[in-house]
Structure formats: structure tokens, C-alpha cells
């Protein structure tokens, strides 16, 4: 059974920091691809950051470069989402999504259509006034 449960949303000062979780339960760790979208207001869902487990390869959005960290925690399977100095326009709502991928690299996984992505969490909602 794939679960993948999302947490550390809110409401945040323009300037604060927030870290979002997401413990990902069921899916083959060695070979997949794993990371965050989000969807603002009026917008479309954008991809934000993936890594390809069996590199521990890294990818960004352009826009977020420099600003967001995507990592993990082999452990327990959990990955994060960090992001210090937010804006107003990093309001949105952030889903986790994961998919087994056996030959890629966080490139792939980051040029992945989000339909192609088979697990979700249920979203967390992050507000930056």
C-alpha cells in the first residue's frame, strides 16, 4: 500500500522559513523518483524539485534555484522541502509526489508530466503574507 502523508504547511511572514515533510510509505526506494510540485492561485501545477533515489541526483525549478532544498531521510523514507527567505509568490499549495522510475536521473524525474506520477500526498497548503 503506497502512502505518502505531507506535513509542515502554514501560514509564514514574508522573510520566515518553512520545511515541509513527506514520509513516503510503499514505494521501492532504489529506484525512483521523488519530489514536490506545487500549484499557486489561478495557476498551473508546476514541478518545484525531484531527486532520482539511486544517484541521490538533484533537480530545480529555474525560478527556485538557490532558494528551495529538496532532501531526505533514507531512514524512514521521508523528503523535504526547505525554503528560507520566503515571498508572497511562493504561496501555494505544495504536493509530494513519487513514482518507481528504474532507468532515469533527476532530470527525468523533474521533466516528468505530472499526470505520469502514479502517488500523491494530499497537499499542504503554504500562505506567505
Known amino acids: 500500500h503506497v502512502q505518502l502523508v505531507e506535513s509542515g504547511g502554514g501560514s509564514v511572514e514574508a522573510g520566515g522559513s518553512l520545511r515541509l515533510s513527506c514520509v513516503v510509505s510503499?514505494?521501492?526506494?532504489?529506484?525512483?523518483?521523488m519530489g514536490w510540485f506545487r500549484q499557486a492561485p489561478g495557476k498551473e501545477r508546476e514541478p518545484v524539485a525531484f531527486?532520482?533515489?539511486?544517484?541521490?541526483?538533484?533537480e530545480y525549478a529555474d525560478s527556485v534555484k538557490g532558494l528551495f532544498t529538496i532532501s531526505r531521510i533514507n531512514q524512514n523514507n521521508t523528503i523535504f522541502l526547505q525554503r528560507d527567505s520566503l515571498a508572497p509568490e511562493d504561496t501555494a499549495l505544495y504536493y509530494c509526489?513519487?513514482?518507481?522510475?528504474?532507468?532515469?536521473?533527476?532530470?527525468?524525474?523533474?521533466?516528468?508530466?505530472?499526470?505520469?506520477?502514479?502517488?500523491w500526498g494530499q497537499g499542504t497548503q503554504v500562505t506567505v503574507s
Open positions: 510503499g514505494v521501492p526506494y532504489g529506484s525512483a523518483c
Open positions: 509526489a513519487a513514482d518507481r522510475v528504474t532507468f532515469g536521473s533527476a532530470v527525468v524525474c523533474f521533466n516528468r508530466q505530472s499526470e505520469k506520477y502514479g502517488f
Open positions: 531527486f532520482y533515489t539511486r544517484d541521490s541526483s538533484t
